[in-house]
């Protein structure tokens, strides 16, 4: 018998009293084959494990494309309380602040057909790609302190992309609370020469061309129409968040040692908000999250330059504008309302997609009339979405939504089963132009290893998450 009830079309949730020592419920979004499909995964035993922390309310949160993570479930959201809660880097993950960024176009599909091989090629000449990649932007400790304090401001001021950029960028592509006095040396050693750079394993570019739009008001709005060319942007902070995150993990596991933090996983190392330690990690993950706003906005640069190379026109007359940048690996300080009264909480999203509804102050005025722009990718061969945040969100999970398809395939399956070649081919066939650093490793990011986007986005629609705007087919994808 299941361990969980269903207490919505597109909600479960697991009991507090379902093990002892739980402070919350679990509450998952999802039907009933991706229920039974996160059981299988063991992600709804991490669900509940979190639920074990201090300090957190309301629940234990997972979205429709929950996977087994660190830890955390990727694709879980929990609120901490700052005065009694904790904060864990692995509800954040290793790759800090990944995110996505949609740039549109004013070039249709037809439009840009003949151009298409030229085009993914020039892109391809143009990012730096691949793991350990070396980007053209060389870095003195300086310069990289700079970066990692000021994000995506660092970048515009050095010469890299729009300064309107900034105004469809959470945070306005800056976390003031960086604090490089808190990064390691080697952290640091591994950022000088990667800004601008796209890495490997599931990030991305891709060429999209709109094909579907649900809500043609909101979509008017975000200025996508219906045969629209558009550009993905899916990359994190690189080898700068990764040591960030190993660092940390040995400085909470001590401090759960010390203060005798009854957990049921390790991997859920944390340290009160309140402590030097916890105040650390937050300053060090915030110039991780920096270190991410501003690789993606260098990488929209040279997207820019590329267009720019090929078409012989400028990225303006390109129509070449940021619709908005989404994190969905991070921690963030933000005033929610549990059990009637408003709050200071610590929101942990890993794998998840913040999803403001109308009216709130964070989202850039020209959208704050019907919600925030959620960016959702899907695989190399089907779709992606825009959805926008909803008016009830906040009361769901915290203003969260999911962040892509989610995977059901581990990669090294994935590449027992798969032949990076023979997906190529298959990929092409279809008309979608691959072009990847190494073709066994593409097998990793099949399709077939990841659930279907579609039916993940359906339930956050039907779950009142966020709502469908826009669907995007792949035309081209550039991978590491």
């Known amino acids: 018998m299941s361990y969980w009830e269903k207490t919505g079309p597109y909600r479960f949730m697991i009991p507090q009293t379902y093990r002892s020592g739980m402070r919350v419920p679990g509450t998952v979004y999802a039907d009933d084959d991706l229920i039974f499909q996160a059981d299988r995964d063991r992600a709804l035993e991490q669900v509940v494990n979190v639920a074990f922390l201090p300090g957190i309310v309301k629940a234990s949160f997972a979205m429709p494309d929950i996977h087994w993570g660190y830890g955390f479930p990727i694709g879980g959201v929990a609120a901490m309380d700052t005065k009694t809660g904790v904060i864990s880097p692995g509800g954040v993950g290793y790759d800090v602040s990944c995110g996505v960024r949609l740039l549109r176009t004013n070039l249709t599909a037809k439009e840009i057909a003949p151009s298409m091989q030229a085009l993914m090629h020039e892109l391809s000449r143009n990012i730096p790609k691949g793991v350990g990649s070396r980007g053209k932007i060389k870095l003195g400790w300086k310069e990289m302190e700079e970066l990692l304090v000021k994000g995506a401001r660092w970048a515009v001021a050095a010469g890299y992309g729009w300064r309107e950029d900034l105004d469809y960028t959470e945070d306005g592509g800056c976390l003031p609370e960086a604090d490089p006095s808190k990064v390691s040396r080697r952290a640091f050693e591994r950022g000088l020469s990667q800004p601008g750079t796209l890495g490997a394993g599931n990030h991305f570019l891709e060429l999209q061309e709109v094909v ?27 080898g700068v968040g990764h040591q960030i995150c190993s660092d940390y993990i040995k400085v909470m596991d001590r401090v759960v040692r010390e203060l005798g933090i009854e957990l049921p996983d390790k991997q859920l190392g944390c340290a009160p908000i309140t402590s030097d330690e916890g105040r650390d990690y937050y300053g060090a993950m915030a110039c991780a999250a920096n270190y991410a706003l501003a690789n993606r906005h260098c990488l929209a640069h040279w997207v820019r ?107 090294s399956r994935a590449k027992r089963q798969i032949r990076g070649d023979q997906l190529k081919r298959e990929l092409e066939a279809k008309g979608i132009v691959i072009l990847a650093g190494h073709l066994p490793l593409l097998a990793e990011e099949a399709p077939q290893a990841y659930k279907d986007v579609s039916k993940v986005v359906e339930i956050c629609h039907g779950a009142g998450l966020s709502r469908k705007v826009a669907k995007m087919r792949p035309m081209g994808v550039l991978k590491g």
């Open 212 to 238: 579907e739009i649900y809500d043609d008001k909101v979509a008017e709005v975000f200025g996508l129409l219906k045969g629209q060319v558009v550009m993905m942007i899916h990359s994190g902070s690189r």
């Open 305 to 411: 330059q590329s267009f720019e190379y090929v078409f012989k026109k400028s990225a303006e007359s390109l129509g070449m504008h940021l619709l908005y940048d989404v994190s969905h690996n991070i921690a963030r300080f933000e005033d929610h309302e549990v059990g009637g009264a408003r709050g200071r909480l610590c929101v942990h999203r890993k794998g998840a997609t913040r999803a403001f509804g109308p009216g709130h102050p964070a989202i850039p005025e020209v959208y704050r009339e019907v919600g925030q722009p959620v960016i959702i990718p899907g695989d190399m061969g089907r779709s992606s979405y825009v959805l926008v945040g909803t008016e009830g969100s906040e009361e769901e999970a915290f203003a969260s939504t999911c962040h892509g398809a989610g995977r059901v395939m581990s990669r």
